[in-house]
C-alpha cells in the first residue's frame, strides 16, 4: 500500500540555520503530496502542498518539490526562526476528494536562538 | 483557506462514561470527514472515514461500537466516544475535504483525558 517515510528526528539547529527534512513515499499513481505542520497542542495545518511532479510549494520561506523520479518530497527553510520549532508531517492523498492523507511519523524540529 | 472547527478542545471524563466531540466545516460543505488519533509523539492514526448520510467505514482494529460516528449534514461529523477507559486518553483530530479539492483542512483537535 501507499506509504511515506520521513526522516528520524529530533532535528534541532540554531536560529539561523539551514533546514531540511527528507520526506519519500511509495504510491501507485500520481498523489498529492503535502507538509502540515504542528505546533505543540494544536491540529494541524498545511504548510505547502504540490499535485504533480515538478511543482514546488512553498509558503512562509519553506519550499519542497514534488520530485517523480526520486519518489521524494524534501522539506527546506534557508535560515529557520525560533518560532519554526514544531513536528512537521508529510503526507500523501489521491487524487479523488474524499481520500484520507496518509503520513509519515513526523519529524520534530526544535530551533534555539 | 476552508475553516475547520472541532469541540472542546479539552476534555476530562471519569472512566465508563461518553465523550461526543463535534467537527464542523464552517465555510464549506465536507462531504467526507476523516477522523485521526494521535498518541503522544507519534503520527496520525486514520480511525475512519465519514459520509454525510452513510455509515462510516472503519479501519481495522478500530471498534465501531466504541468510537460512534455520525455525519448528519455536509458540515457536522461527531465522534463519542463510550464508556471511556483511560486507555482511550489520546488526541482526537478530524479532518474534512472540500468536494472538488484533494486538500484536508484540519480541526484544532481535541485532547481527551479519561481518569
Known amino acids: 500500500g501507499d506509504s511515506v517515510t520521513q526522516m528520524e528526528g529530533p532535528v534541532t539547529l540554531s536560529e539561523e540555520a539551514f533546514l531540511t527534512i527528507n520526506c519519500t513515499y511509495t504510491?501507485?499513481?500520481?498523489?498529492?503530496l503535502f507538509w502540515y505542520v504542528q505546533y505543540p497542542g494544536e491540529g494541524l495545518q498545511l504548510l505547502l502542498k504540490a499535485t504533480k511532479a515538478d511543482d514546488k510549494g512553498s509558503n512562509k520561506g519553506f519550499e519542497a518539490t514534488y520530485r517523480k523520479e526520486t519518489t521524494s518530497f524534501h522539506l527546506e527553510k534557508g535560515s529557520v526562526q525560533v518560532s519554526d520549532s514544531a513536528v512537521y508531517f508529510c503526507a500523501l492523498t489521491g487524487r479523488q476528494a474524499g481520500t484520507a492523507l496518509i503520513f509519515g511519523k513526523g519529524t520534530t524540529l526544535s530551533v534555539s536562538s | 483557506g476552508a475553516v475547520v472547527s472541532q469541540h472542546p478542545s479539552r476534555v476530562i471524563c471519569k472512566s465508563g462514561t461518553s465523550v461526543k466531540i463535534e467537527c464542523r466545516s464552517l465555510?464549506?460543505?465536507?462531504?467526507?470527514m476523516f477522523w485521526y488519533r494521535q498518541f503522544p509523539k507519534q503520527s496520525l492514526m486514520l480511525m475512519a472515514t465519514s459520509n454525510e448520510g452513510s455509515k462510516a467505514t472503519y479501519e481495522q482494529g478500530v471498534e465501531k461500537d466504541k468510537f460512534l460516528i455520525n455525519h448528519a449534514s455536509l458540515t457536522l461529523s461527531t465522534l463519542t466516544v463510550t464508556s471511556a477507559h483511560p486507555e482511550d486518553s489520546s488526541f482526537y483530530i478530524c479532518s474534512a475535504d472540500k468536494t472538488v479539492n484533494t486538500e484536508a483542512f484540519f480541526g484544532q483537535g481535541t485532547r481527551l483525558t479519561v481518569v
Open positions: 504510491a501507485t499513481g500520481y498523489p498529492s
Open positions: 465555510d464549506f460543505q465536507a462531504t467526507t
